[in-house]
């Protein structure tokens, strides 16, 4: 591949990224600040459950509908076959939930909302074979391109809205719908009439992917928990504002993990292309991704050290009050798991792209199960910040076990990266925040020493940067 090539690859991803993540992370930061902690927590709360059913609704065909078609042309049915998947589980689940609520009538309460948040959600849902499809193509632009629309489009109706004096739950509810269809509608638009795309659905074909992802099914499941259980549980345990003040803050840790989701559709291709083809790696690739480890770990320890000395000056500012101060220890614990979830990502694709399913559907069961109970022990305590001790702890749990995994099964891979740059960007912080000088000149402080260290200690040298350049280029 060459440079250029590569270049459009990573502006693409990142252009898909930035419209979904950064965006959309704005429109609901804008709405957090104008509406209520109370009809923050309830849209959380909602979308949260929403997620997790979509989830389950996807039965694992995501990422082996994008390993499949990356793999080889010859499985674009792949993509058609989770599609019709995809609508008829979405069709089915929505006339459920409005039966429910109609069953329980003013009992609903805070359920009432949930078929209508769905029914947003779900849209996306249908959309993501269609998102997928392109994925594995690495034709990455045209979804961001779209995504961008629609999102910017949010954030102006919200703010007409605002200006109105009409932005409350429903109308904010109406504005993702609408945003959803036109992402679904876009997405599927494109495909028909420029990809091999088509509509054409093999039943035989079918079964043998639903066979191929039941291994992972139930995994994916508690993939899913290991995120928005938290979420629910708040939900139900604590108060509205309390998942108002948790879910703003895990928020943010998601924005922070942006590079990590430009680089993830780039990789996980270019793995399965390597263990489809020889089923191991050699020593090149080896160094290859050791490089890619430490580069990308550097940055992953350097988000946390700069958004945490910026996040209660600054958020309390931008949300008049209502946030900053009030999450701030919640946020610091939840980007303690940036580097991991950087280093995670990168283990997990490792095992993927390996095929080594039954072993990664362990390893996330057993994480979701203590990420489950650690949550029942520690809200009930701490609330929000029991919630991101859970999930802290989840997480070193989480990287452990697939470090082991990839480690026996597969290949040799350093965990010196991530114990040196994490405890570096710790140490820094600590320093730093108690100089008794403005958080601006914290923040050059803290970044200046950050680089000193690792380059004088050459923990970064110039042929880390060369091999994760030539990773890439594969």
């Known amino acids: 591949m060459t440079k250029d090539r590569l270049l459009t690859k990573i502006f693409s991803s990142g252009l898909q990224a930035i419209s979904v993540q950064v965006l959309g992370a704005f429109f609901f930061y804008f709405v957090s600040v104008y509406l209520s902690k109370n009809d923050f927590g309830i849209i959380s709360w909602t979308n949260a459950v929403s997620i997790f059913i979509t989830t389950v609704l996807g039965f694992g065909l995501e990422q082996v509908v994008v390993r499949r078609v990356a793999a080889s042309r010859q499985s674009d049915w792949a993509a058609s076959a989770f599609f019709i998947h995809s609508i008829a589980g979405f069709l089915i689940t929505f006339l459920f939930l409005l039966l429910l609520n109609n069953i329980m009538g003013t009992k609903a309460g805070l359920y009432k909302h949930l078929p209508w948040f769905f029914l947003a959600q779900g849209l996306v849902f249908i959309g993501i074979p269609l998102k997928q499809f392109l994925n594995a193509k690495e034709k990455f632009t045209p979804y961001g391109v779209i995504s961008i629309i629609s999102n910017v489009a949010k954030i102006i109706a919200a703010w007409l809205l605002l200006r109105g004096g009409n932005l409350h739950i429903n109308t904010v509810l109406i504005v993702l719908i609408c945003a959803a269809a ?141 946030y900053g101060n009030s999450n701030s220890s919640q946020f610091l614990i939840l980007s303690l798991c940036i580097p991991l979830q950087f280093f995670i ?6 095992s993927f792209a390996g095929k080594k399913y039954k072993s990664v559907s362990t390893i996330t069961v057993a994480c979701a199960i203590t990420n489950v109970c650690l949550n029942l022990i520690l809200i009930t305590k701490f609330n929000g910040l029991g919630a991101a001790i859970a999930f802290f702890t989840t997480s070193l749990l989480q990287a452990f076990l697939y470090y082991r995994l990839v480690r026996r099964q597969i290949m040799p891979i350093s965990i010196r990266p991530i114990l040196i740059f994490t405890a570096e960007a710790i140490a820094i912080y600590f320093v730093v925040t108690r100089l008794g000088v403005h958080f601006l000149f914290q923040l050059a402080i803290a970044i200046v020493l950050y680089l000193l260290i690792t380059l004088l200690t050459k923990q970064v040298t110039r042929q880390h940067i060369i091999n994760f350049k030539n990773l890439l280029n594969k």
């Open 182 to 322: 036109f992402d679904f509608a876009g997405l599927l638009i494109y495909l028909l009439a420029k990809t091999s795309f088509n509509l054409k659905f093999r039943f035989k074909a079918y079964k043998k992917l639903i066979k191929e992802s039941a291994g992972q099914y139930i995994s994916v499941i508690f993939d899913i928990s290991l995120s928005r259980m938290d979420w629910i549980l708040l939900g139900i345990m604590a108060s509205s504002s309390i998942l108002a003040d948790y879910s703003f803050a895990y928020r943010a840790y998601e924005l922070a993990r942006l590079p990590m989701l430009i680089m993830a559709p780039i990789i996980l291709p270019r793995f399965a292309r390597l263990f489809a083809g020889s089923g191991n790696t050699g020593i090149e690739y080896q160094k290859l991704i050791g490089s890619f480890n430490v580069v990308e770990l550097f940055f992953a320890a350097l988000i946390p050290l700069i958004l945490n000395i910026l996040w209660a000056p600054v958020v309390s500012i931008i949300t008049n009050g209502k």
């Open 345 to 350: 990502n990168l283990l997990w694709s490792i």
